[in-house]
């Protein structure tokens, strides 16, 4: 059974700082990995999708890495806003027949002017 | 495209009553998704459709949940009768393809005295 987690599970940074969120999960035979936003109240905004076969994609200020064999994903955020502040969620989808989304349980990011 | 819509954003019952919760997708998208988020558990799947047809309900914690999708426009997801510990925020989102990036809707924060 896929097991997704995210350390820390919160994080206080001064603005303009640059971060790093770690995500590791137990069975590297994933389809893809998915990085989302979750602000407060609302639903998650996916941030950036990386398939099995690439190690990272790149979003304005949002860089994700996948090291698959290692079963780890980091997401480095350049540049720390106060509007950065929110919780990022790492999803593992299993390949297989199912394509199912695990999702860790978040790192709560906080942004201080 | 307005995103996934769900309603009620918000609902308070009592144990023991019935409660439905309503999700569009976004047209277009053949797969829909049911989530529930807890503070202990995080975000789990509990059910997914594909053309309308449930797929894989083995999230669905117990036979008071039932989930259907009698158009491409429109998915319930019925609890009945409710208990206390089906307290938490349901999601509804929905993709293309079953291993594309999911669009989250705003959620729905149940609350069962």
């Known amino acids: 059974k896929q097991e997704v987690t995210q350390i820390p599970a919160a994080l206080s940074v001064p603005e303009g700082e640059n971060l790093v969120l770690n995500c590791s999960f137990t069975?590297?035979?994933?389809?893809?990995l998915q990085w989302f936003r979750q602000d407060p109240g609302k639903g998650l905004t996916s941030l950036l999708l990386?398939?099995?076969?690439?190690r990272e994609q790149t979003s304005g200020r949002l860089n994700a890495s996948l090291d698959k064999s290692s079963g780890r994903s980091t997401l480095y955020i350049a540049a720390s806003q106060p509007g950065d502040s929110a919780t990022y969620l790492c999803a593992v989808r299993s390949g297989g027949s199912n394509y199912k989304l695990t999702f860790g349980k978040g790192t709560l990011l906080t942004v201080n002017p | 495209d307005a995103g996934v819509i769900q309603s009620p954003r918000h609902e308070v019952t009592e144990m023991g009553q019935e409660v439905t919760l309503r999700c569009k997708p976004i047209?277009?998208?053949?797969?829909l998704f049911w989530y529930r988020q807890t503070m202990m558990r995080g975000l789990e799947l509990l059910i997914y459709?594909?053309?309308?047809?449930?797929?894989?309900d083995s999230g669905m914690p117990e036979d008071r949940f039932s989930a259907k999708m009698p158009n491409a426009s429109f998915s319930t997801l019925k609890i009945q009768p409710s208990e206390p510990r089906d307290s938490a925020v349901y999601f509804c989102?929905?993709?293309?393809?079953?291993?594309?990036?999911?669009?989250f809707g705003p959620g729905t924060r149940l609350t069962v005295l």
């Open positions: 990386i398939q099995s076969s690439q």
């Open positions: 459709f594909n053309n309308n047809v449930p797929i894989d």
């Open positions: 069975d590297s035979a994933i389809y893809n």
């Open positions: 047209s277009g998208h053949d797969y």
């Open positions: 989102a929905s993709s293309l393809g079953s291993a594309d990036t999911q669009y």
